[in-house]
């Protein structure tokens, strides 16, 4: 058994900033791709950004220069710091993990809600 805990999601005003932090524990023999998504009401989940074992990074066109993601590999967490957030960041954010015990499987966490409003 896996379970992703999130933590970090809030109400912020436009321009702030929060981090996200989503950790593994259970049955973990090793975790490849770390990665966050998010889904706003009536659209579809979409890749925010995403991480590899070996800390490569890729991220969504609508982030890129105000998210950063990274993972701490030891803890099997990993984080988004949102900077410089907009209203049309709001939305559910979800962290997602591939991991391997004796087989992979993708595993997701809870969600958190992040809120950009004034």
């Known amino acids: 058994q896996v379970q992703l805990v999130e933590s970090g999601g809030g109400l912020v005003q436009p321009g702030g900033s929060l981090r996200l932090s989503c950790a593994a524990s259970?049955?973990?023999?090793?975790?490849?791709?770390m990665g966050w998504y998010r889904q706003a009401p009536g659209k579809q989940r979409e890749l925010v950004a995403a991480?590899?074992?070996?800390?490569?990074?890729n991220y969504a066109d609508s982030v890129k220069g105000r998210f950063s993601i990274s993972r701490d590999s030891a803890k099997n967490t990993v984080y988004l710091q949102m900077n410089s957030l907009k209203p049309e960041d709001t939305a559910v954010y979800y962290c997602?993990?591939?991991?391997?015990?004796?087989?992979?499987?993708?595993?997701w966490g809870q969600g958190t809600q992040v809120t950009v409003s004034s």
């Open positions: 991480i590899t074992r070996d800390g490569s990074t």
């Open positions: 997602k993990m591939s991991i391997i015990y004796g087989t992979r499987y993708d595993y």
């Open positions: 259970g049955s973990i023999f090793r975790i490849n791709a």
